[in-house]
């Protein structure tokens, strides 16, 4: 079943969803962005109208778990999966993500439902992309466990919102580095002053 209201407003699915992702990836990648909005075939008044709804989902007090939100407007999940992390198990969830046909977006529960993370990550059976220099970071090629496995140690650093993350990262030849991504996707990689 998907999110809708007695009003007539159009359920919201997938492709709504698609645009949330987008909205906040427009803050560092706006041609991107504009360019994945135009492939879908919607406005920018629509990509505006599913981040509202979406926002408004999020903090109703009547809002369902993130895990039931999630199911309400994606479906069944793709695959779901008992996964280890360190000493705790968790439950994997992943669904397809059109715009990123080589991504899925997946969703970790703790025991008891509650989500631990949230984020785009390379579908099953996927090649990864080649990461050797700082020229393969490009924005949209890599997720945050690729860039943190081609460039260890990779040290996490506080990101500047819920849906983002940073590496501190060093690359070849002692470059230290700093990779900035939104929903798990890179965005941007920014160099200390004088790096």
């Not at 990836?25 to 360019?35: G, I, T, Y």
């Not at 059109?98 to 977006?105: D, K, S, V």
């Not at 990101?159 to 501190?168: E, H, I, K, N, Q």
Request: aromatic letters at 8%.
């Amino acid at each position: 079943m998907r999110t809708g209201t007695s009003t007539g407003t159009p359920p919201f699915g997938p492709l709504d969803f698609q645009l949330v992702l987008l909205r906040r990836m427009a803050d560092h990648q706006p041609e991107l962005v504009e360019d994945a909005r135009r492939e879908l075939g919607v406005t920018l008044a629509r990509m505006r109208e599913a981040n509202r709804r979406w926002q408004a989902m999020v903090r109703s007090p009547r809002a369902r778990g993130s895990v039931a939100r999630y199911r309400s407007v994606l479906g069944a999940p793709e695959t779901s999966v008992r996964r280890r992390i360190g000493d705790l198990e968790c439950d994997a969830l992943a669904w397809p993500v059109p715009l990123w046909p080589g991504l899925r977006f997946e969703v970790l529960t703790a025991p008891g439902g509650g989500v631990w993370n949230e984020w785009l990550v390379r579908a099953p059976g996927t090649q990864a992309p080649e990461l050797r220099t700082a020229d393969d970071l490009r924005p949209w090629s890599c997720t945050v466990d690729e860039a943190a496995r081609a460039f260890p140690p990779a040290r996490p650093m506080e990101g500047t919102a819920p849906t983002r993350w940073r590496l501190a990262l060093t690359l070849p030849g002692g470059k230290p580095c700093v990779a900035e991504f939104t929903w798990g996707l890179l965005q941007r990689v920014g160099f200390p002053d004088g790096a």
